[in-house]
């Protein structure tokens, strides 16, 4: 009966998001330009190309040492607030608004060009008396667009470019610009991003990532690691689940490379199931070996939170495992848990009446908000890693430390420290009062047959 409810969710779950990832897909499939099909693409660059030669002469005329040309594809990311379904007028007039405001600015130079109604194309010679317009250009698209009398805005603009030494292929050029555009989608920060080798290399990682994830997933190249927590007497306590991807081709890919991406095309609740299952399997065979009711900590995106269905689907699949809910320790972000706090909250008291214990991960390095997280009820903090950098030669920061271990246990809230990586850290943490504790000092991430045997061992590797 549970194995059924179970299928039926999760038919519904993947049903939700198969349009989502088809569509991503797709757009994926033709980022790096507007047209959609190799056919237009070539027309494109042909016709580039002729207009090019037209502009050559002129800046020949105007720039006797050309030496190097900048290319830079300009993207309206909100433009779907205007997109012509909804508000048409509105559409039209910030596409054109933002392409006369960059006329007037670089027209009596540069080559300009619509490539859509979000992308716009801007070629700059370059000479060291003619140098780089990129602070230019990016003062230029901080100024507000005025769409009509009395209503101006400031548009979204996410920005790629790469610089080409003259001569230089335009094809070469456009897909070198698209990958950097790319690449600052992915940036909450930098929205003005230019190519280089680091981008080539994440793109192409990129495309592995989205071509692969799901024959990786049936495959079993998409395992989970378990790194043991300790207390003040290095007594094993528990275990955090973290993702592994070891690629026959690629080797081992790092979870930051490959964990965003999946974020952002859809597919991060495929593994957010996979480690709930994987998790429920290991605890089974813990409590095999080990009476002292080990809990096991797993982390979920901000973007699982935010989907309908997905924490029942966890309650199904730990049902289906018969594993006390109280060993799963659900770890949410806290910037995930910031972003749609009312949202958040209802999910988190639904976990928590059925007797999950709900902790934040990485607790210092967003918004650090205690009014708010207490709001939330949650019954751990795992503070972050970077507060223990320069612990404890820093007296600045021991002081800092000092300060947040006497707050956290005056107000009564169980927490943890990652990424203990010394004895000199662990006794300074201990000598305050902390009394949990996970990091490399005591052991990295372990195999599932390595962390059983730990727990039979009850203690750290000496």
């Known amino acids: 009966m549970i194995f059924h409810k179970i299928k039926k969710q999760m038919r519904t779950f993947f049903i939700i998001f198969k349009k989502t990832i088809e569509e991503t897909e797709q757009k994926n499939k033709s980022h790096l330009y507007s047209p959609v099909n190799q056919k237009e693409y070539k027309l494109l660059l042909q016709s580039i190309t002729t207009d090019l030669e037209i502009y050559r002469l002129k800046w020949n005329e105007l720039i006797p040492l050309l030496d190097y040309t900048e290319l830079y594809i300009i993207e309206i990311e909100n433009d779907r607030i205007f997109h012509p379904s909804q508000n048409p007028e509105f559409g039209d007039i910030l596409q054109n608004s933002l392409f006369n405001a960059i006329k007037t600015d670089f027209g009596h130079l540069g080559y300009l060009r619509r490539l859509s109604r979000q992308r716009i194309l801007l070629i700059w010679p370059c000479s060291n008396n003619c140098g780089s317009i990129q602070k230019s250009l990016r003062y230029s698209l901080s100024k507000p667009i005025r769409l009509k009398e009395k209503l101006d805005i400031q548009p979204i603009i996410r920005v790629g470019n790469t610089r080409k030494l003259t001569p230089f292929s335009i094809d070469v050029a456009m897909k070198e610009a698209g990958m950097a555009l790319h690449y600052a989608s992915f ?63 690629n080797g081992f890919i790092s979870p930051e490379h490959f964990i965003p991406l999946l974020e952002k095309t859809g597919q991060i609740c495929m593994i957010g199931h996979l480690g709930i299952k994987k998790s429920c399997e290991f605890i089974k065979k813990l409590n095999m070996l080990n009476d002292d009711f080990l809990p096991v900590a797993v982390n979920i995106s901000p973007f699982e939170i935010m989907v309908d269905g997905f924490f029942d689907s966890i309650i199904s699949i730990v049902d289906e495992y018969g594993i006390s809910p109280a060993q799963i320790h659900i770890e949410l972000t806290e910037n995930g848990l910031l972003e749609n706090i009312r949202h958040v909250k209802e999910q988190i008291n639904y976990l928590k009446e059925r007797g999950f214990i709900i902790a934040i991960d990485d607790f210092g390095k967003g918004y650090s908000c205690l009014s708010e997280i ?21 007296q600045r920061e021991c002081r800092l430390i000092k300060g947040l271990v006497a707050l956290l246990l005056e107000i009564e809230i169980d927490f943890i420290f990652e990424g203990v990586e010394t004895e000199l850290q662990f006794e300074y943490l201990v000598s305050l009062g902390c009394k949990k504790f996970q990091g490399f000092f005591f052991s990295k991430p372990l195999s599932e047959s390595r962390a059983l045997d730990m727990a039979q061992l009850k203690t750290c590797y000496e």
């Not at 989205?210 to 528990?238: D, M, S, V």
């Open 374 to 394: 207490k709001d939330f009820s949650v019954q751990t903090l795992k503070v972050d890693k970077s507060f223990l950098k320069n612990i404890p030669f820093d």
């Open 187 to 249: 940036s909450e920060k930098n929205r003005f991003q230019m190519y280089n080798n680091e981008i080539k290399s994440r793109f192409e990682t990129f495309l592995f990532v989205n071509t692969n994830i799901k024959n990786a997933i049936e495959n079993g190249e998409i395992c989970f690691h378990f790194q043991p927590q300790f207390n003040g007497r290095k007594n094993l306590i528990g275990y955090e689940a973290l993702i592994r991807w070891f690629s026959p081709q």
